[in-house]
C-alpha cells in the first residue's frame, strides 16, 4: 500500500507525504538535489551512501522506493538490488552512467523497476518515481480473476499461478504479464506496453520490454512447459493460452 497521510510539520503547515524513498548514492552533490526534489514534490526522502547502510536503512525504515546508483564503493548497486529483492518487494530505481548498458540490463533482470541515465534531469526522477508509484496504486483496479488453462491471475491478491504453481515475479513482471493476459490473443506493441506498464512519461529505451517480457516468458515455462508469450516480429508480443471455462 502507497502510504499516503498528512502530518503536522512545525503546528502550522499540512503537508501530504506521498512515500518514503530511500537514496543510496556516494557523490554527495547528486545525493543532494534528488533529496531536495523529491523532497519539493512532497516524498520524505532518506539518503545513505554505501551500500550496506543502504540494506540496514531498508530493513528498519521500510521505504516504498530505493533510488540506487549502480556504481557505489565497496559493494556495488547490482548486489545492494539483488540483497534488497531477497527481502522485500520495495520498488528499485537504478541510477547508471551512460557506458553501463550491460549492468543496466542485469539491474533489470534482478529486478530493479527501471532505470535513468546519469545525467538525468531531476525533474524527470520525480516523474519517474511517482509514475512507479502510481503503477503500483493502479494495480488494485483489476480484482476479477483472469482464468486460463496454464495461467491464474488474481488481481486481488496480487498472485500469478502457472500449472497450479504459485509464480515469484517481482511487481513489473507481474504488471506486463497482467497486461498480455488482459489482451489475450491479440498483440500489445512495445509502446503500448511501455505505456500501460511504465506509464507515458517513460524515457528509456524499449529494449526494457523484450527484457521483462522475456523473463515472464521464462518463468512460466519453467513451470508450464510452454511458450506462452509469442513474439510478433516487428510488432510486439501476444499471451496466447486458452481461456478456460470454470
Ligand atoms: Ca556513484
Given at each position: 500500500?502507497?502510504?499516503?497521510?498528512?502530518?503536522?510539520?512545525?503546528?502550522?503547515?499540512?503537508?501530504?507525504?506521498k512515500?518514503?524513498?530511500?537514496?543510496?548514492?556516494?557523490?554527495?552533490?547528486i545525493?543532494?538535489?534528488?533529496?531536495?526534489?523529491?523532497?519539493?514534490?512532497?516524498?520524505?526522502?532518506?539518503?545513505v551512501?554505501?551500500?550496506?547502510?543502504?540494506?540496514r536503512?531498508?530493513?528498519?525504515?521500510?521505504?516504498?522506493?530505493?533510488?540506487?546508483?549502480?556504481?557505489?564503493?565497496?559493494?556495488?548497486?547490482?548486489?545492494?538490488?539483488?540483497?534488497l529483492?531477497?527481502?522485500?518487494?520495495?520498488?528499485?530505481?537504478?541510477?547508471?552512467?551512460?557506458?553501463?548498458?550491460?549492468?543496466?540490463?542485469?539491474?533489470?533482470?534482478?529486478?530493479?523497476?527501471?532505470?535513468?541515465?546519469?545525467?538525468?534531469?531531476?525533474?524527470?526522477?520525480?516523474?519517474?518515481?511517482?509514475?512507479i508509484?502510481?503503477?503500483?496504486?493502479?494495480?488494485?483496479?483489476?480484482?476479477?480473476?483472469?482464468?486460463?488453462?496454464?495461467?491464474?491471475?488474481?488481481?486481488?491478491?496480487?498472485?500469478?499461478?502457472?500449472?497450479?504453481?504459485?509464480?515469484?515475479?517481482?511487481?513489473?513482471?507481474?504488471?506486463?504479464?497482467?497486461?498480455?493476459?488482459?489482451?489475450?490473443?491479440?498483440?500489445?506493441?512495445r509502446?503500448?506496453?511501455?505505456?500501460?506498464?511504465?506509464?507515458?512519461?517513460?524515457?528509456?529505451?524499449?529494449?526494457?520490454?523484450?527484457?521483462?517480457?522475456?523473463?515472464v516468458?521464462?518463468?512460466?515455462?519453467?513451470?508450464?512447459?510452454?511458450?506462452?508469450i509469442?513474439?510478433?516480429?516487428?510488432v510486439?508480443?501476444?499471451?496466447?493460452?486458452?481461456?478456460?471455462?470454470?
Amino acid at each position: 500500500m502507497l502510504r499516503e497521510y498528512v502530518c503536522n510539520l512545525g503546528g502550522w503547515e499540512h503537508r501530504i507525504v506521498k512515500g518514503k524513498i530511500l537514496v543510496v548514492e556516494d557523490e554527495k552533490s547528486i545525493q543532494t538535489i534528488v533529496r531536495t526534489y523529491l523532497e519539493n514534490a512532497g516524498f520524505q526522502v532518506v539518503c545513505v551512501e554505501s551500500g550496506a547502510d543502504a540494506l540496514r536503512v531498508a530493513e528498519k525504515q521500510r521505504p516504498d522506493l530505493v533510488v540506487l546508483d549502480l556504481n557505489l564503493p565497496g559493494m556495488d548497486g547490482i548486489e545492494v538490488a539483488v540483497r534488497l529483492r531477497q527481502e522485500s518487494d520495495v520498488y528499485i530505481l537504478m541510477l547508471t552512467a551512460r557506458s553501463e548498458e550491460a549492468d543496466r540490463v542485469t539491474g533489470l533482470r534482478i529486478g530493479a523497476d527501471d532505470y535513468l541515465t546519469k545525467p538525468f534531469s531531476p525533474r524527470e526522477l520525480v516523474a519517474r518515481v511517482e509514475a512507479i508509484l502510481r503503477r503500483r496504486r493502479g494495480d488494485k483496479i483489476a480484482s476479477t480473476a483472469l482464468i486460463f488453462v496454464d495461467v491464474r491471475i488474481e488481481p486481488e491478491k496480487y498472485e500469478v499461478y502457472a500449472a497450479d504453481t504459485l509464480l515469484d515475479l517481482t511487481h513489473t513482471e507481474y504488471n506486463v504479464l497482467l497486461e498480455l493476459v488482459r489482451h489475450a490473443g491479440r498483440v500489445l506493441t512495445r509502446d503500448q506496453l511501455i505505456d500501460r506498464v511504465w506509464g507515458v512519461g517513460f524515457f528509456g529505451n524499449e529494449r526494457v520490454v523484450d527484457v521483462y517480457v522475456g523473463q515472464v516468458r521464462r518463468k512460466l515455462e519453467q513451470v508450464t512447459g510452454r511458450s506462452l508469450i509469442e513474439t510478433v516480429r516487428g510488432v510486439g508480443y501476444k499471451f496466447v493460452d486458452t481461456p478456460k471455462d470454470v
